[in-house]
């Protein structure tokens, strides 16, 4: 596994971890209700780190995508960046990952319209 694979596939995940996160207050008590689990309020109470969360998805989807795009110039033979295949599968997965971050930092916005 090359380094820039490594590299983008942490900083993707991350970028999707950190986005989750950012929406637990306002997904996860929808989520848990629509379960049936009661008391799950208490995860209103992490709208506190909603804000630096979607700093730091913006911040590692930025880093993701431009050492997944601008580093595919100066990639060594061999590589991922250097088979057309393995790197229109990790632009898929950027993307697709990307468009759950979105998701979930809007999930306020869309939720509310939903169920509003």
């Known amino acids: 596994m090359s380094q820039l694979e490594q590299k983008s ?5 991350s ?14 008590p929808l989520v ?12 209103a109470k992490f ?10 998805v913006v911040i590692v989807f930025a880093v993701a995508g431009r050492s997944l795009y601008k580093k595919r110039n100066s990639c060594e033979p061999g590589s991922l960046c250097a088979d057309p295949k393995k790197w229109r599968r990790m632009a898929l997965g950027y993307w697709l990952g990307l468009g759950i ?16």
Do not use: D, K, N, Y
């Open 9 to 13: 596939g942490l900083l993707i995940g």
């Open 15 to 28: 970028g999707i971890f950190a986005a989750f996160a950012a929406s637990l207050c306002c997904i996860g």
């Open 32 to 43: 848990l209700t629509l379960l049936g689990i009661s008391g799950a309020a208490v995860l």
């Open 47 to 56: 709208e506190i780190i909603r804000w630096p969360m979607i700093v730091l």
């Open 101 to 116: 971050a979105v998701l979930g930092i809007t999930s306020p916005q869309w939720i509310a319209w939903i169920f509003g």
